[in-house]
């Protein structure tokens, strides 16, 4: 009889687990469920308005390391490579990234000796406090995990955990350095002191290079190299592109349906069969779940311990505010992060044209910047459903950048605004040991039957969302194809983690 293995959600590792599965096993029936009507692809979202390319979540991708690298092979087997656009290492928007403290727009050092000899203001003194990290005492091995802002205050000094880690964690979760685990969210940072006995040794020393011939397939393995040679890449038409092809594919595939409905309710069966119900009831031999685990959470029985372990990771929303104008930037490079010791609205602001001018509606197209505001300041800032309307974003936006910048933002020629609930989850101290558990939990509960996959567990970017989901969605293929009925959890990678 034919295996049936459901995928629940469609963002970009719901995606993948079923683009992995559907080429392993083409004998399977395979069945994707998203809620929405109206988009697939979750958080990746491109859109053009007035001829103007906006992201409504990820803008660029990073190409190296493993996660990077199966990414840039998926892309390559999905023929998506000459749609590939890449900021060279040479570029502005690679070299040129700014800190917005004390009313002032810093540039970082992009060397080591630009900091010694002429570091911003933000940075004044951190080379004392570098040097003086060399030797400071190692953490007692009892100690498993600790806030960023704990970890760099004593390894550094308070100052840089607010001033500069505060805007670089601001950058990646819109997340506070005081909750969130610095093992979890920075781990090299936590190996190096673990491995080396110090983050910089630890950095100094290097990690041994990785072999992109062990994560791509041999006729992807140019494309990653050449990929790797630049800094970051997205598409032409936007990161959408890259969900856009995965759905086609699987649209062309016979033994592959997309169900536009929403999970309701997960169970198992009595034949070792797991179970999704929708408006219909999907009986599977596995299902991956790709939705976040707040969302999975209630859908499970709540006599078991798996839906508690997954509601204890909380999650923030961030306005995303695209603007574009006549204007010019006063500087050039990727954009500029506001750090949490000061006291504004935005968290950054990204320089689109100037990191993918290739995207632009034309080469003397206006200026395109993306404003992010909120994260774990969003109740503070936009308490009231008025203080968050379209045209309240976008006014907080032009205001504050026109205050960080010095200029004005005139004429907008096209702008978008939309508050992404719940949009990147936030691992809090002792994340690493709640995975630990959830794994145990989710394996007994549910047989092995039910794999988590997505950003709510061991990654939140989409090249971890990628290479968690592949890894799931082979794993399923292989069990299927062994036919001994081995579990699967999705967390099996938690091992190679710091
Ligand atoms: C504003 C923003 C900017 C970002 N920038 C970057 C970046 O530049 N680079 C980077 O690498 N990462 C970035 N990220 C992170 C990255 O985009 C996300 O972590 C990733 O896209 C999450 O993908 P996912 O498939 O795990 O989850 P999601 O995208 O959340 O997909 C889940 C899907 O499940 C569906 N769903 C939910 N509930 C149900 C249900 N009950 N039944 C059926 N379907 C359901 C949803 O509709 C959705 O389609 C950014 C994220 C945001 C929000």
Not at 68 to 85: A, E, K, Y
Not at 272 to 298: C, E, F, M, N, R
Not at 307 to 323: D, E, G, I, M, R
Request: one cysteine or more.
């Amino acid at each position: 009889m034919s295996k049936h293995i459901t995928v629940l959600g469609a963002g970009i590792s719901g995606l993948t687990a079923a683009w992995t599965i559907a080429q392993r096993l083409p004998g399977a029936k395979i069945s994707l469920v998203e809620a929405s009507t109206a988009h697939i692809g979750g958080w990746v979202h491109s859109i053009r308005k007035n001829g103007e390319l906006f992201e409504l979540g990820p803008r660029t991708l990073r190409p190296t390391g493993e996660a990077g690298t199966v990414t840039l092979d998926m892309i390559h087997q999905l023929g998506l490579s000459p749609n590939v656009l890449t900021v060279p290492k040479t570029s502005p928007a690679a070299l040129n990234r700014f800190i917005y403290h004390n009313d002032t727009i810093n540039q970082l050092p992009s060397s080591l000796p630009k900091l010694l000899t002429n570091p911003p203001s933000v940075l004044k003194g951190l080379v004392p406090t570098v040097l003086a990290e060399l030797f400071r005492a190692k953490i007692s091995s009892t100690q498993s995990d600790e806030s960023i802002h704990s970890f760099v205050s004593r390894r550094f000094a308070p100052w840089v955990a607010d001033n500069l880690v505060s805007a670089i964690v601001h950058g990646i979760y819109a997340g506070d350095v005081k909750t969130l685990s610095v093992r979890s969210t920075l781990g090299m940072l936590w190996e190096n002191e673990q491995g080396a006995g110090s983050v910089i040794r630890g950095l100094v020393k290097g990690k041994p290079p990785l072999r992109v011939e062990d994560f791509a397939r041999p006729d992807a393995v140019e494309f990653v190299k050449s990929v790797q040679g630049e800094s970051i890449y997205s598409f032409r038409e936007g990161m959408q592109t890259l969900t856009d092809a995965l759905r086609d594919d699987l649209e062309g595939r016979e033994n592959v349906e997309i169900l536009r409905a929403a999970g309701q309710k997960v169970g198992v069966t009595g034949e070792g069969k797991v179970q999704l119900s929708t408006s219909q009831t999907l009986t599977s031999d596995y299902i991956i779940s790709a939705i976040p685990s707040h969302l999975l959470s209630p859908l499970l029985p709540s006599s078991t311990r798996t839906p508690t372990l997954l509601s204890q990771t909380p999650n923030v929303s961030v306005a995303v505010v695209n603007l574009a104008f006549a204007a010019r930037l006063p500087i050039s490079g990727f954009g500029y992060l506001v750090p949490s010791s000061q006291p504004s609205t935005i968290l950054g602001t990204v320089f689109d044209s100037d990191a993918m001018p290739e995207q632009q509606s034309s080469p003397a197209g206006p200026t395109r910047i993306t404003v992010m505001m909120g994260g774990h300041r969003f109740p503070a800032l936009f308490p009231t459903p008025d203080s968050a309307t379209p045209e309240a974003l976008r006014d907080t936006a032009i205001k504050a950048v026109e205050t960080h910048l010095g200029l004005r933002l005139d004429p907008i020629v096209a702008w978008n605004a939309a508050v992404q609930r719940d949009c990147i989850p936030q691992y809090i101290v002792g994340h690493r040991a709640r995975m630990g558990e959830l794994r145990t939990a989710v394996g007994r509960e549910f047989g092995g039957r039910v794999a988590l996959v997505g950003a709510s567990y061991l990654g939140v970017s989409v090249n971890d969302c990628v290479m968690h989901a592949r890894n799931a969605g082979r794993a399923v293929a292989e069990a299927v194809l062994a036919g001994d009925g081995r579990p699967v959890t999705g967390l099996e990678g938690l091992d190679r983690l710091p």
